[in-house]
């Protein structure tokens, strides 16, 4: 019987590739990387995506940047490992130790007769814990993958647990997307874990098998695992605030004046004679005892260190408006700058007549701030949309994401079109390896920057020359 109404197309399912293609894919890329880069810097844009003979962006730009690092992939590089009293060390500064019960727990069954193996690594990439079946134990000591190895990109290739602390997501490198030849026969899944009290990177759990027997619903796994890793040390981080209250709140009764307690994150643990703010912003440098700092929302503050956090006692009246936002009238002459060099931190610092402020950025806001930076004749709602998606049609997003830019950037942001205002200086401090500008975006526009970047065919505004990206191996002289 034939149907009637409106009916909807079910989008058309790709399978994904196999191993033996996968090895196609490795070999062709690496034998053309000369030609494909002189005629596209970033891999898959002309058609706005990979195309069937093309890595996965995030897979193609590690490949890219391990090219040019001159990374062999049938030997990799040498590689320190960490001796037993610095894995002790690590473990314990990285909060992980508290959270290893529960992974254990949720990803290895209790006999370790599971085909896999649970990994856990620092923010660094240096392999904490790994354990599992014993067999497949052996099989890793031959690729080097140890407790104590630093699993990096510039050290063994491109694997799940550096391609997920680079780009902040989870990911799944399977096969021959590992870059040295030597892996092709692992697949890993991999999550980030994110301290829920600062939100920096701590660290990412992975689970590795054989490419023949790993499962599509392991990267999902690992995502719940490392999910409930993040909930484990959010418990942890609720349990000292609760002590440092306790400490606080008979100290807080015997000082004069309005006054707070927050922990080394800023988060507020009790407060006096004033109205206690949720959180109030440390700056990424932190702070130092014995001196007055401008606390957002505060003013100007004196801190003394207590236990593990700060006693803040505002010296002068917090301004009434202290939401940074910047008149038309102060953007003349204003100085503005993106920090990007930091990966997981984003940073827009703006210096006009009136205040100087910080503000820290979401990924979005970053891309979006980056491409104003860089093309300061402006752009259409439309041309962003295709920079930061690939897709014009999507003006709708970008345009809510700059109204929430304007909340704070004000008269240092114009429009028709949306660009950054002409009298505003601007500066944009970069990573020293282009591959690690804003490495969590797989905008197109942020991809080909990279490329560009690298190539040294352009740079970023304000920015000195760039310094030679050192090979593997090779030690920091500074």
């Known amino acids: 019987m034939r149907q009637t109404g409106r009916q909807s197309r079910r989008p058309e ?19 053309d990387a000369a030609a494909r880069e002189l005629a596209a810097p970033a891999l898959g844009e002309e058609d706005g995506g990979p195309g069937p003979l093309d890595p996965r962006p995030e897979i193609g730009d590690s490949w890219a940047r391990l090219r040019r690092l001159g990374l062999d992939p049938d030997t990799g590089a040498a590689t320190a490992l960490l001796n037993p009293g610095e894995i002790e060390q690590r473990r314990r500064t990285s909060g992980l130790d508290s959270v290893m019960p529960v992974l254990r727990e949720t990803l290895l069954e209790a006999g370790g007769t599971a085909p896999l193996l649970l990994a856990v690594a620092d923010a660094e990439g240096h392999v904490l814990w790994q354990e599992g079946e014993r067999g497949l134990r052996r099989s890793a000591d031959r690729i080097g993958f140890i407790t104590g190895a630093r699993w990096t990109e510039e050290s063994v290739g491109t694997n799940g647990i550096a391609v997920a602390l680079r780009v902040r997501r989870p990911m799944h490198v399977h096969s021959a997307e590992h870059y040295l030849r030597s892996h092709h026969s692992w697949s890993c899944v991999a999550a980030p874990i994110r301290d829920p009290g600062t939100g920096r990177l701590v660290g990412a759990i992975n689970l590795s098998g054989p490419a023949h027997n790993v499962r599509p619903y392991l990267l999902q796994l690992t995502s719940t695992a490392a999910r409930l890793a993040e909930t484990e040390l959010r418990a942890h981080r609720l349990e000292a605030l609760h002590q440092l209250r306790a400490l606080a709140a008979p100290l807080l009764a015997r000082v004069g004046g309005p006054a707070l307690v927050v922990d080394a994150a800023g988060w507020t643990a009790a407060a006096a004679g004033l109205p206690p703010p949720n959180r109030v912003r440390v700056p990424s440098e932190g702070w130092t005892p014995a001196a007055v700092h401008w606390v957002p929302g505060l003013g100007e503050c004196a801190l003394e260190p207590l236990a593990d956090g700060w006693l803040v006692r505002p010296v002068r009246a917090p301004i009434q408006d202290g939401s940074g936002t910047v008149t038309a009238e102060q953007a003349e002459g204003a100085r503005l700058r993106l920090d990007l060099r ?62 929430r830019l304007r909340r704070y950037l004000g008269g240092l942001l114009a429009h028709r079109p949306y660009r950054i205002t002409e009298s505003v200086l601007v500066t944009v401090d970069g990573p020293d390896d282009p591959y690690d500008l804003l490495p969590t975006s797989s905008a197109p526009a942020v991809r080909r920057l990279r490329a560009e970047l690298a190539a040294g065919t352009i740079r970023l505004p304000g920015s000195p020359p760039r310094r030679p990206l050192r090979a593997p191996g090779e030690r920091d002289r500074r």
């Open 342 to 403: 930091r990966p997981d931190r984003p940073e827009l610092s703006v210096r006009g007549v009136a205040d100087s402020w910080s503000h820290p950025l979401s990924p979005r806001h970053a891309e979006l701030l980056l491409l104003l930076a860089t093309g300061r004749e402006g752009s259409t709602a439309a041309q962003l949309a295709e920079a930061l998606f690939g897709d014009a049609g999507r003006t709708v997003t970008v345009r809510a994401e700059l109204s």
């Open 13 to 31: 399912r790709r399978t994904p590739p196999n191993a033996a293609e996968l090895a196609r894919v490795h070999d062709r890329t690496l034998a």
